[in-house]
Nanobody
Framework: QVQLVESGGGLVRAGDSLRLSCAAS????????MGWFRRAPGKEREFVAA????????YSSDSVKGRFTISRDNAKNTVYLQMNSLKPEDTAVYYC????????????????WGQGTQVTVSS
């Protein structure tokens, strides 16, 4: 079982950038596909972006495409979410996710989760 710890959240202004990090427990390396989801107040958890185990393929939701970039460093057991041109509607708790196979965009089918990190974007 993998343990995930997110960091990098905070309060920023619209148009700013933030980079989230998710550190996975030791020796996970490329054993897990990784992803990011978010939950805004009063809403369901929604898919943001994911990356395959090798890092060769990424995919993201239409709402963040062109603004957010997911990447990973398997040597450091860490996945990143670079968020640019942030908007107030990006305000949410962001969760790191992992699966031994491809990350499903439906959160109900994702087995491993971090505790989440708050991102707040002011207008």
């Amino acid at each position: 079982q993998v343990q995930l710890v997110e960091s990098g959240g905070g309060l920023v202004r619209a148009g700013d950038s933030l980079r989230l990090s998710c550190a996975a427990s030791a020796r996970t390396g490329s054993s897990y596909a990784m992803g990011w989801f978010r939950r805004a107040p009063g809403k369901e958890r929604e898919f943001v972006a994911a990356i395959t185990r090798s890092g060769s393929m990424t995919y993201s939701s239409d709402s963040v495409k062109g603004r957010f970039t997911i990447s990973r460093d398997n040597a450091k057991n860490t996945v990143y979410l670079q968020m640019n041109s942030l908007k107030p509607e990006d305000t949410a708790v962001y969760y790191c996710a992992a699966d031994t196979s491809r990350i499903n965009s439906d959160a109900h089918y994702v087995p491993y989760w971090g505790q989440g990190t708050q991102v707040t974007v002011s207008s």
